[in-house]
Protein backbone atom coordinates (compact mmCIF):
# COMPACT_ATOMS: atom_id res chain seq x y z
CA UNK A 1 0.00 0.00 0.00
CA UNK A 2 2.20 2.41 0.77
CA UNK A 3 4.44 1.74 -2.77
CA UNK A 4 1.38 2.53 -4.24
CA UNK A 5 0.86 5.78 -2.59
CA UNK A 6 4.42 6.57 -3.06
CA UNK A 7 4.14 5.80 -6.60
CA UNK A 8 0.65 7.94 -7.15
CA UNK A 9 2.68 11.16 -5.11
CA UNK A 10 5.47 10.93 -8.13
CA UNK A 11 2.63 10.61 -10.67
CA UNK A 12 1.46 14.25 -9.34
CA UNK A 13 4.52 15.68 -9.03
CA UNK A 14 5.85 15.07 -11.99
CA UNK A 15 2.43 15.61 -14.25
CA UNK A 16 0.86 18.62 -12.63
CA UNK A 17 2.24 22.23 -13.28
CA UNK A 18 2.20 23.18 -9.22
CA UNK A 19 3.18 26.69 -8.63
CA UNK A 20 3.38 26.33 -4.98
CA UNK A 21 7.03 26.24 -3.91
CA UNK A 22 8.08 22.65 -3.23
CA UNK A 23 9.87 21.93 -0.01
CA UNK A 24 13.87 20.46 -1.32
CA UNK A 25 16.12 18.12 0.07
CA UNK A 26 19.66 19.59 0.66
CA UNK A 27 22.07 16.85 -0.98
CA UNK A 28 25.41 17.42 0.70
CA UNK A 29 26.85 15.58 -2.73
CA UNK A 30 27.05 16.44 -6.22
CA UNK A 31 25.17 13.18 -7.13
CA UNK A 32 21.71 13.23 -8.87
CA UNK A 33 19.44 11.22 -6.99
CA UNK A 34 16.38 10.26 -8.30
CA UNK A 35 14.92 9.26 -5.43
CA UNK A 36 15.92 9.57 -1.46
CA UNK A 37 14.70 8.73 1.72
CA UNK A 38 15.14 9.95 5.33
CA UNK A 39 14.00 8.00 8.04
CA UNK A 40 14.49 9.54 11.63
CA UNK A 41 14.16 8.33 14.62
CA UNK A 42 13.69 9.31 18.25
CA UNK A 43 14.06 6.80 20.86
CA UNK A 44 12.57 6.41 25.11
CA UNK A 45 13.91 4.25 26.98
CA UNK A 46 12.79 2.23 30.72
CA UNK A 47 13.80 2.96 33.62
CA UNK A 48 16.54 -0.19 33.20
CA UNK A 49 17.90 1.54 30.60
CA UNK A 50 15.57 -0.77 27.62
CA UNK A 51 14.77 0.72 24.68
CA UNK A 52 10.85 1.75 24.61
CA UNK A 53 9.53 3.43 22.44
CA UNK A 54 10.84 4.74 18.82
CA UNK A 55 9.08 7.62 17.13
CA UNK A 56 9.82 7.71 13.25
CA UNK A 57 9.94 10.64 10.22
CA UNK A 58 9.91 8.74 7.06
CA UNK A 59 10.22 11.72 4.22
CA UNK A 60 10.45 10.02 0.48
CA UNK A 61 12.03 12.89 -1.88
CA UNK A 62 11.84 12.43 -5.75
CA UNK A 63 14.38 14.57 -7.63
CA UNK A 64 15.35 16.55 -4.58
CA UNK A 65 11.04 17.83 -3.94
CA UNK A 66 9.38 16.11 -1.05
CA UNK A 67 6.72 13.50 -2.18
CA UNK A 68 5.60 12.57 1.14
CA UNK A 69 5.57 12.06 4.74
CA UNK A 70 4.91 9.09 7.03
CA UNK A 71 5.09 9.37 10.44
CA UNK A 72 5.11 5.68 12.86
CA UNK A 73 5.93 4.59 16.62
CA UNK A 74 7.48 1.21 17.48
CA UNK A 75 6.24 -0.09 20.77
CA UNK A 76 8.24 -3.09 22.39
CA UNK A 77 7.49 -5.62 25.06
CA UNK A 78 9.84 -6.92 27.09
CA UNK A 79 9.48 -10.46 29.20
CA UNK A 80 10.69 -11.26 33.19
CA UNK A 81 14.88 -11.65 31.97
CA UNK A 82 14.63 -8.34 29.58
CA UNK A 83 14.56 -10.27 26.48
CA UNK A 84 12.92 -8.42 23.94
CA UNK A 85 9.50 -10.51 22.61
CA UNK A 86 6.77 -8.48 20.98
CA UNK A 87 7.67 -5.52 18.67
CA UNK A 88 4.34 -3.06 17.31
CA UNK A 89 5.09 -0.68 14.29
CA UNK A 90 2.36 1.70 14.01
CA UNK A 91 1.32 3.85 11.29
CA UNK A 92 0.06 7.49 12.34
CA UNK A 93 -1.73 9.09 9.48
CA UNK A 94 -3.66 5.53 8.88
CA UNK A 95 -5.23 5.99 12.02
CA UNK A 96 -2.84 4.36 14.36
CA UNK A 97 -3.00 1.09 12.00
CA UNK A 98 -0.61 -1.84 13.06
CA UNK A 99 1.50 -2.26 10.16
CA UNK A 100 4.16 -4.41 10.73
CA UNK A 101 5.10 -7.08 14.43
CA UNK A 102 8.08 -9.09 15.23
CA UNK A 103 7.36 -11.52 17.73
CA UNK A 104 10.47 -13.49 19.12
CA UNK A 105 10.54 -16.40 21.06
CA UNK A 106 13.64 -17.99 23.14
CA UNK A 107 15.47 -21.08 24.70
CA UNK A 108 16.34 -21.92 28.12
CA UNK A 109 19.18 -20.03 27.96
CA UNK A 110 17.92 -17.04 26.29
CA UNK A 111 19.16 -17.41 22.54
CA UNK A 112 16.37 -16.66 20.46
CA UNK A 113 14.73 -19.27 18.90
CA UNK A 114 11.94 -18.18 16.53
CA UNK A 115 10.94 -14.85 14.87
CA UNK A 116 7.80 -14.31 13.06
CA UNK A 117 7.38 -11.17 11.32
CA UNK A 118 3.74 -9.97 10.12
CA UNK A 119 3.28 -6.77 7.46
CA UNK A 120 -0.46 -5.33 7.62
CA UNK A 121 -1.45 -8.62 9.60
CA UNK A 122 -0.04 -11.16 6.60
CA UNK A 123 3.07 -13.55 7.94
CA UNK A 124 5.95 -12.36 5.97
CA UNK A 125 8.56 -14.24 7.66
CA UNK A 126 9.32 -17.10 9.69
CA UNK A 127 12.53 -17.83 11.06
CA UNK A 128 13.53 -20.31 13.20
CA UNK A 129 17.17 -20.92 15.00
CA UNK A 130 18.81 -24.01 16.77
CA UNK A 131 22.02 -23.81 18.44
CA UNK A 132 24.93 -26.16 19.79
CA UNK A 133 26.14 -26.61 23.55
CA UNK A 134 28.22 -22.94 23.16
CA UNK A 135 25.43 -20.92 22.14
CA UNK A 136 26.19 -20.75 18.75
CA UNK A 137 23.70 -21.01 15.66
CA UNK A 138 24.16 -24.16 14.13
CA UNK A 139 21.18 -24.29 11.82
CA UNK A 140 18.65 -21.62 10.45
CA UNK A 141 15.30 -21.82 8.94
CA UNK A 142 13.90 -18.89 7.02
CA UNK A 143 10.29 -19.51 5.52
CA UNK A 144 9.51 -16.10 3.84
CA UNK A 145 6.97 -14.91 1.53
CA UNK A 146 7.65 -14.44 -2.11
CA UNK A 147 7.09 -11.12 -3.72
CA UNK A 148 4.45 -10.48 -6.37
CA UNK A 149 7.40 -8.58 -8.11
CA UNK A 150 10.33 -6.29 -6.93
CA UNK A 151 9.50 -3.00 -6.45
CA UNK A 152 12.93 -1.59 -6.65
CA UNK A 153 13.74 0.90 -9.16
CA UNK A 154 9.94 0.98 -10.60
CA UNK A 155 8.27 4.29 -10.96
CA UNK A 156 4.90 5.33 -11.79
CA UNK A 157 4.96 3.65 -15.48
CA UNK A 158 6.32 0.72 -14.86
CA UNK A 159 4.15 -0.15 -11.88
CA UNK A 160 1.62 0.08 -14.50
CA UNK A 161 3.56 -2.29 -17.17
CA UNK A 162 3.81 -4.97 -14.15
CA UNK A 163 0.08 -4.84 -13.22
CA UNK A 164 -0.67 -8.14 -15.61
CA UNK A 165 3.00 -10.38 -14.01
CA UNK A 166 1.63 -13.98 -13.48
CA UNK A 167 2.15 -14.17 -9.39
CA UNK A 168 4.18 -17.23 -8.11
CA UNK A 169 2.68 -20.42 -7.93
CA UNK A 170 4.27 -21.18 -4.41
CA UNK A 171 3.28 -18.00 -1.57
CA UNK A 172 6.31 -19.11 0.37
CA UNK A 173 9.83 -20.48 0.22
CA UNK A 174 11.99 -21.86 2.78
CA UNK A 175 15.88 -21.72 3.24
CA UNK A 176 17.91 -24.10 5.38
CA UNK A 177 21.52 -22.45 6.48
CA UNK A 178 23.89 -24.66 7.86
CA UNK A 179 26.62 -22.94 9.82
CA UNK A 180 30.06 -24.61 10.96
CA UNK A 181 32.91 -23.45 13.28
CA UNK A 182 36.37 -23.27 13.80
CA UNK A 183 37.66 -24.33 17.35
CA UNK A 184 38.41 -21.44 18.58
CA UNK A 185 34.91 -20.36 18.02
CA UNK A 186 35.04 -18.40 14.68
CA UNK A 187 32.34 -18.89 11.68
CA UNK A 188 34.30 -21.24 9.15
CA UNK A 189 31.51 -22.40 6.83
CA UNK A 190 27.72 -21.22 6.04
CA UNK A 191 26.10 -23.60 3.90
CA UNK A 192 22.42 -22.49 1.73
CA UNK A 193 20.56 -25.23 1.25
CA UNK A 194 16.87 -26.26 -0.06
CA UNK A 195 14.14 -28.04 1.90
CA UNK A 196 15.01 -31.04 -0.35
CA UNK A 197 19.07 -31.21 1.07
CA UNK A 198 20.70 -29.26 -2.41
CA UNK A 199 23.13 -26.75 -0.87
CA UNK A 200 22.53 -23.92 -3.60
CA UNK A 201 25.68 -21.63 -1.93
CA UNK A 202 28.61 -22.32 0.83
CA UNK A 203 30.25 -19.09 2.16
CA UNK A 204 33.54 -19.84 3.34
CA UNK A 205 35.32 -17.27 5.56
CA UNK A 206 38.94 -16.73 6.47
CA UNK A 207 40.35 -14.94 9.45
CA UNK A 208 43.58 -13.64 9.96
CA UNK A 209 44.94 -12.51 13.19
CA UNK A 210 41.03 -13.71 14.70
CA UNK A 211 39.78 -11.24 12.37
CA UNK A 212 37.65 -11.69 9.13
CA UNK A 213 39.52 -10.68 6.42
CA UNK A 214 37.82 -12.99 3.37
CA UNK A 215 34.46 -14.55 2.55
CA UNK A 216 34.09 -16.81 -0.85
CA UNK A 217 30.54 -17.89 -1.96
CA UNK A 218 30.66 -21.26 -4.03
CA UNK A 219 27.55 -22.91 -5.75
CA UNK A 220 26.78 -26.08 -6.19
CA UNK A 221 29.04 -26.81 -9.19
CA UNK A 222 32.38 -25.33 -7.54
CA UNK A 223 32.22 -21.64 -9.00
CA UNK A 224 32.89 -18.63 -7.25
CA UNK A 225 30.22 -16.36 -7.10
CA UNK A 226 30.90 -13.79 -4.60
CA UNK A 227 34.03 -12.45 -3.14
CA UNK A 228 34.09 -10.08 -0.04
CA UNK A 229 37.19 -8.62 1.44
CA UNK A 230 37.03 -6.72 4.95
CA UNK A 231 40.04 -4.36 5.40
CA UNK A 232 41.09 -1.47 7.87
CA UNK A 233 39.70 2.03 6.80
CA UNK A 234 40.48 4.36 9.36
CA UNK A 235 38.62 3.99 12.76
CA UNK A 236 36.66 1.92 10.14
CA UNK A 237 36.31 -1.41 8.89
CA UNK A 238 35.61 -1.40 5.31
CA UNK A 239 33.73 -4.78 3.17
CA UNK A 240 33.84 -5.18 0.10
CA UNK A 241 31.88 -7.09 -1.80
CA UNK A 242 31.61 -8.51 -5.67
CA UNK A 243 28.56 -10.64 -6.89
CA UNK A 244 28.62 -12.25 -10.16
CA UNK A 245 24.44 -13.43 -9.80
CA UNK A 246 23.06 -9.99 -8.57
CA UNK A 247 22.28 -6.81 -10.63
CA UNK A 248 24.26 -5.13 -7.92
CA UNK A 249 27.39 -6.67 -7.92
CA UNK A 250 29.54 -4.45 -6.35
CA UNK A 251 29.38 -3.52 -2.41
CA UNK A 252 31.04 -1.73 -0.61
CA UNK A 253 29.98 -1.42 3.41
CA UNK A 254 31.93 0.72 6.15
CA UNK A 255 31.41 -0.34 9.88
CA UNK A 256 32.25 1.12 13.08
CA UNK A 257 32.66 -2.03 15.06
CA UNK A 258 29.34 -4.03 14.67
CA UNK A 259 27.51 -1.08 13.50
CA UNK A 260 26.88 -0.21 9.87
CA UNK A 261 27.67 3.61 9.28
CA UNK A 262 27.51 3.43 5.30
CA UNK A 263 26.90 1.20 2.30
CA UNK A 264 27.13 2.29 -1.31
CA UNK A 265 25.66 -0.22 -4.32
CA UNK A 266 27.02 -0.55 -7.98
CA UNK A 267 24.95 -1.65 -10.79
CA UNK A 268 26.45 -3.77 -13.38
CA UNK A 269 26.42 -1.60 -15.85
CA UNK A 270 27.91 1.22 -13.26
CA UNK A 271 24.80 3.08 -14.68
CA UNK A 272 22.98 2.63 -11.03
CA UNK A 273 23.94 3.59 -7.65
CA UNK A 274 22.50 3.43 -4.06
CA UNK A 275 23.76 4.51 -1.16
CA UNK A 276 22.68 4.34 2.47
CA UNK A 277 23.65 5.88 5.48
CA UNK A 278 23.33 4.92 9.06
CA UNK A 279 23.70 7.45 12.69
CA UNK A 280 23.35 5.78 16.49
CA UNK A 281 22.83 7.25 19.79
CA UNK A 282 24.92 6.68 22.30
CA UNK A 283 23.19 3.80 23.58
CA UNK A 284 24.20 2.50 19.92
CA UNK A 285 20.16 2.60 18.81
CA UNK A 286 19.86 3.79 15.07
CA UNK A 287 18.17 7.08 15.14
CA UNK A 288 18.74 8.09 11.12
CA UNK A 289 18.66 6.40 8.34
CA UNK A 290 18.98 7.90 4.60
CA UNK A 291 18.98 5.55 1.41
CA UNK A 292 19.44 7.42 -2.30
CA UNK A 293 18.96 6.18 -5.43
CA UNK A 294 20.38 6.89 -8.96
CA UNK A 295 18.54 7.24 -12.38
CA UNK A 296 19.15 3.78 -13.14
CA UNK A 297 17.32 4.33 -16.69
Not at 19 to 27: A, F, H, P
Not at 32 to 53: A, H, Q, R
Not at 141 to 166: C, F, L, Q, T
Request: proline residues 1%; glycine residues 4%; charged residues 30%.
Amino acid sequence: MRLLNFLFLITLLVSCNNKNKKQTLQSTTEEKWEVTITENETNTYSKSGLLDTTYQTETIYFHNQIASVFKSFILRIYDTVNNLKDEKTIQVLEHNKLSKERIMKYDIKRNLKEEIIYSDSVCDAVTKRIYNNLNQEIRRMEIYRIPKANPRGWNADSIVAHYYDKKPKREYDTTLITSLYYKNGGLMEELYSRLDGITNETLMIIYSNHKKILTYGINSKGDTVSCTKCVKDGNLTKETKEDKINSFVYKETWYDGDKKVKEIEYSRNKNCKRMETFKYDIKGNEIENISSKTNCD
